[in-house]
């Protein structure tokens, strides 16, 4: 079978590779071998293996019927999705890397697929390498997904774990993160939880079969973590970690994006440096744990070559997505109940006077008071902690 890619940078150039370099076993998993014809992109590459085939049109992609899959790495909503559209409206299998798209345009570009009797997947958007989606769409299929809890950003667990460590400040980290090439140069993204919050949306609008707005989505980083509150975890016997969370509520989910203190006996605690992993609860399988690389070229790239033998096995077959163009009205994430771990400069009096009975917590810092609170829904929480005369910080503990 002929393939092309669209967007020949870090994933696609890597999906090129497994291509050349595990040619054997593709063949033998499809019964043939997959081979790639163009590569589009408006950049030269000379000397790259991949040269004679690159191309700066995608409607020659488009316009070949020899052309029965296609590779989509360039990233955001446009041009991804006009190209993508317009190679399965062509009658092309398609497969992304792309959070921002599918988060957009997921449902809908599932029902153009399903129109013209080919597969859109994207199991490399969610968790790099992990078979998170896939797990979901096939194993998973007898259960009611109740909870999905994960951390699906290498760059800030890197981070936060990096903090954690040496006690490090947050700026010092983040260039430290950047000259390693684990965070971007504008590392907005990553760092105030945007690149999660997509990555739950895609996943809720898979376990509840309808869209999830990630606009919808509360969504915090981790910009305002100190090492002061680095001292105070370590005082706790926790760790701090960028998680993003979605939660069955009756006939619908409430999802949050945030940094949550995690004790040593919630499996996540342990999931350290660029590693990603999804925890999730079925109402008859209980808790499973996926976890891997969850960047990087190769480990992306390695989805999305898993995709392209599913979608060659599948040719003349619209493999079933459940996930319809109809929004989904999240639950009110106000009322999530929460215990919440608050530095504040008031005394312990006054803490006590508005929060009731709280837990102290000794990190040997001067000044102030840290404390945790019993169990508050968010709004009563908000109302609270408006009474302090000055708040530090506010993380909750998961």
Not at 300 to 317: F, N, P, Q, R, W
């Amino acid at each position: 079978m002929k393939a092309a890619i669209m967007g020949y940078g870090t994933i696609g150039s890597g999906v090129a590779k497994i291509l050349r370099e595990n040619k054997d076993r593709i063949v033998f998993t499809v019964g043939e071998e997959i081979e790639l014809k163009y590569v589009l992109d408006l950049r030269d590459f000379p000397g790259d293996p991949e040269e004679d085939k690159l191309i700066k049109d995608y409607k020659i992609i488009a316009e070949d019927p020899e052309v029965r899959l296609v590779v989509e790495t360039m990233g955001g909503v446009e041009p991804a999705y006009t190209f993508v559209n317009a190679m399965l409206e062509a009658g092309k299998h398609v497969t992304t890397s792309n959070k921002a798209l599918v988060a957009a345009k997921g449902a809908e570009l599932i029902e153009t697929a399903r129109n013209h009797n080919v597969n859109f997947e994207f199991e490399a958007s969610v968790g790099g390498g992990i078979p998170i989606i896939r797990a979901i769409n096939t194993c998973l299929t007898g259960d009611v997904v109740e909870e999905i809890s994960g951390i699906v950003n290498g760059t800030t667990n890197y981070m936060l774990t990096k903090m954690m460590n040496e006690g490090a400040q947050f700026d010092d980290v983040l260039k430290e993160a950047q000259a390693n090439g684990f965070a971007e140069k504008d590392p907005t993204a990553d760092i105030e939880g945007h690149d999660a919050c997509r990555k739950i949306a895609i996943l809720t609008s898979l376990v509840a079969g309808q869209q999830v707005d990630f606009e919808d989505i509360e969504t915090e980083g981790i910009s305002h973590i100190t090492a002061e509150d680095i001292k105070y975890a370590k005082a706790m016997g926790r760790t701090i970690k960028l998680l993003a969370r979605s939660k069955k509520e009756g006939d619908t989910y409430v999802a949050r994006v945030a940094p949550y203190l995690l004790s040593t006996d919630n499996t996540l605690y342990h999931i350290d440096g660029v590693l990603n992993a999804v925890l999730v609860k079925g109402n008859m399988l209980g808790y499973a744990m996926f976890t891997g690389s969850g960047a990087g070229s190769l480990p992306t790239a390695s989805a999305v070559v898993a995709d392209l033998c599913d979608m060659a096995k599948h040719e003349g077959i619209n493999i079933k997505i459940r996930w319809k163009k109809e929004k989904l009205n999240l639950a009110d994430a106000s009322k999530q109940k929460n215990e919440y771990f608050v530095r504040a400069k008031d005394d312990k009096e006054k803490i006590k006077e508005i929060f009731g009975d709280v837990n102290f917590v000794d990190a040997g810092i001067a000044g102030e008071n840290g404390f945790i609170t019993g169990t508050l829904e968010e709004d009563i929480f908000t109302e609270k902690k408006a009474k302090l005369s000055e708040l530090l910080q506010v993380i909750r503990l998961g």
